[in-house]
C-alpha cells in the first residue's frame, strides 16, 4: 500500500472505538456516485464505533459496515457492490434512512434526468434564518436520477455574518456559527455540518445521488496543487482541508498509487456516459511568458496524464451523448480580484485555451459527435454553443449554472476572438439579490437533450432542446 494510500485510509481507521454499533447518526445516510452494479453511502456518527448500513430491495439485503473515530470527524464511507440495475433501494444506517435507485444497464435505451449546479454559502450567503435553503427542496421535487455538485459545496476561505451586517446580505439574518473562516481541520469540519444542518439540504442529499467535485473554495481561492505546494505553511493548510472534503463526502477510491484522484467517468443506460474532470489539483502555476508580459499563463490544466485519459476516454465511448463536466467554464474569463495580473482562472486563459484546442481537435480528427460540456463557477446560468470550424453548424454545447448560495453576478461575455467562436444563447443574472438557481438536463429514450435553467422557487427562466446526430451503422 502507498504511503498516501495509508494516509487517507487513515482517515477511516480508529485505535479508540469500542466497535460497538453507532445507533445515533448527526448525518446522512447520503448517497454519492452510482451505477448499475455500485453506490458509495456515507453518514456521519455522534461519537467513535461502527457504523452498519443495511440496504434493502425488493430483491435482496446488503449489510456493510465502516469504523469511524474523531480522526475522521466520526464520518465514513461504504463501497456497496453486488447490486441490482435500476433497482430502488431504501437504505438504514442506526436511526436514520435514506434512498436510491441504481442506474439501468449500459447497453439499456433509457430516459434520463440529472441536476448541476456549484457555489453553496458563499460571500456570505449562509442559511437564511427564516426559509433556510430552499433552493434544494424545489431540487428535491425535481425527482432527478442524481445531481452533480460542480464544487465549492463550502466557501472555506469566506466567513458567514449572522447578525445582517454582510456586505451582500446586509439586513438578511443567517443561522450563526460560522463567522470565521476555515484555518484548522476542525474548522472545516464544522463548515460541512453547518451545511448538513440545513434540512432542505441533508434531505435532498438523503434521497439523490450527488456526484462530487471540488473546485476551489474547499481549499482556497483560486487553488492548484503547484500554487499551494510552494509554500510549507499552505502545503499544511490544503492537507487539513483535503482530508475534510474526503471525510464528509462518499468519493471513490480510484488508485492506489493516486488516493486523491477524483477524475473519473460514469455510464447512464446507452445514451449518455459523463467524464468528470478535476481542474485543480493538476493545474500548473501561472507564469508569464516573458518578463514583463501579462497577464501570466497556465501551462495545463488537466495535466499529462489527466488529458490523455479524457482523450482516450471520449474518443472510445459508445455513449451516445459524451457529456464533459468542467467545474469551469470554457470561454469566460474568471479569477478574483485582478486575474488581468495574476492570471485567469477558466479555460478562458490563454494557456488553458491552447489545451482545449488539442483537446477539441483530438475530438474532431476522431469523429466525435454530441458532445456537451456542463460548466458552473461564474455565478450566472448560461448557454452557448461553439462552431470552431465556422461551418454554420454547432459542433458543441456548453450549459452553465449556479450559483445555489452565494453572490449572483450579471453576465460576462465569452473571450473576443476566441478560437472555438462560442455563441451565447442564453445568460441571465444581476449583481447581488437572490437569483440561486440550478440546471436540469433531461435525456429523452430517443436521445433528444431537453436542458433548463430553474431557479430557487422552482421557476423556469430558460430552456432549450437538442437533437442528437444519429449516424447508420
Not at 51 to 70: G, N
Request: hydrophobic share 35%; with cysteine; glycine share 6%.
Amino acid at each position: 500500500m502507498s504511503p498516501m494510500l495509508k494516509k487517507r485510509m487513515k482517515l477511516f481507521e480508529s485505535d479508540e472505538s469500542d466497535e460497538l454499533e453507532c445507533e445515533n447518526i448527526s448525518y446522512g445516510p447520503n448517497v454519492g456516485d452510482i451505477s448499475c452494479t455500485q453506490a458509495h453511502l456515507w453518514a456521519r456518527a455522534d461519537g467513535p464505533g461502527v457504523m452498519v448500513f443495511h440496504l434493502e430491495s425488493d430483491r435482496h439485503t446488503i449489510i456493510e459496515k465502516v469504523v469511524v473515530s474523531k480522526a475522521n470527524d466520526y464520518a465514513g464511507c461504504v463501497h456497496v457492490k453486488r447490486l441490482y440495475a435500476n433497482t430502488f433501494y431504501s437504505v438504514t444506517v442506526g436511526n436514520q434512512k435514506g434512498s436510491f435507485t441504481t442506474f439501468p444497464l449500459e447497453i439499456e435505451k433509457a430516459p434520463l434526468k440529472f441536476l448541476f449546479s456549484a457555489c453553496i454559502g458563499g460571500q456570505g450567503y449562509g442559511r437564511p434564518v427564516d426559509t433556510g435553503w430552499i433552493i434544494f427542496k424545489a431540487m428535491t421535487e425535481r425527482n432527478a436520477n442524481f445531481m452533480l455538485l460542480m464544487g465549492d459545496s463550502i466557501y472555506a476561505d469566506d466567513k458567514i455574518e449572522s447578525d445582517g451586517t454582510g456586505m451582500f446580505r446586509e439586513g438578511i439574518f443567517m443561522v450563526p456559527g460560522q463567522e470565521e473562516i476555515c484555518m484548522k481541520k476542525k474548522d472545516f469540519f464544522a463548515r460541512y455540518r453547518y451545511h448538513l444542518d440545513d434540512e432542505h439540504y441533508s434531505n435532498f442529499l438523503l434521497n439523490v445521488p450527488t456526484f462530487v467535485m471540488w473546485d476551489d473554495h474547499e481549499i482556497l481561492d483560486d487553488w492548484g496543487r503547484a500554487k499551494l505546494s510552494i509554500e510549507e505553511k499552505t502545503a499544511a493548510y490544503m492537507k487539513k482541508a483535503r482530508e475534510a472534503f474526503f471525510s464528509y463526502w462518499p468519493l471513490p477510491h480510484l488508485s492506489d498509487k493516486e488516493p486523491f484522484r477524483i477524475y473519473r467517468k460514469f455510464r447512464c443506460g446507452s445514451n449518455a456516459e459523463f467524464f468528470y474532470i478535476d481542474c485543480r489539483q493538476y493545474r500548473s502555476l501561472h507564469k508569464c511568458k516573458s518578463e514583463g508580459v501579462l497577464p501570466p499563463i497556465m501551462r495545463t490544466m488537466l495535466g499529462y496524464t489527466q488529458k490523455k485519459w479524457l482523450k482516450e476516454s471520449v474518443q472510445n465511448s459508445t455513449a451516445l451523448w459524451k457529456i464533459i463536466v468542467s467545474t469551469v467554464p470554457l470561454s469566460y474569463h474568471t479569477g478574483w480580484p485582478n486575474p488581468e495580473i495574476t492570471g485567469y482562472d477558466s479555460w478562458a486563459d490563454e494557456g488553458a485555451t491552447l489545451e482545449l484546442l488539442e483537446i477539441i481537435d483530438h475530438f474532431q480528427e476522431h469523429n466525435v459527435k454530441n458532445l456537451l460540456f456542463i460548466t458552473s463557477d461564474v455565478h450566472f446560468p448560461s448557454a452557448l454553443s461553439y462552431d470552431p470550424q465556422n461551418t454554420g453548424d454547432p459542433a458543441f454545447y456548453e450549459f452553465g449554472a449556479g450559483p445555489m448560495s452565494s453572490l449572483p453576478l450579471p453576465p460576462s461575455t465569452p473571450v473576443e476572438n476566441h478560437p472555438l467562436r462560442p455563441t451565447v444563447l442564453y445568460s441571465e443574472g444581476v449583481f447581488g439579490g437572490d437569483f440561486h438557481n440550478f440546471g436540469e438536463v433531461e435525456i429523452e429514450e430517443s436521445g433528444r437533450v431537453r436542458y433548463k435553467v430553474i431557479d430557487k422557487q422552482g421557476e423556469e427562466h430558460f430552456c432549450i432542446s437538442l437533437d442528437p446526430v444519429i449516424e447508420n451503422k
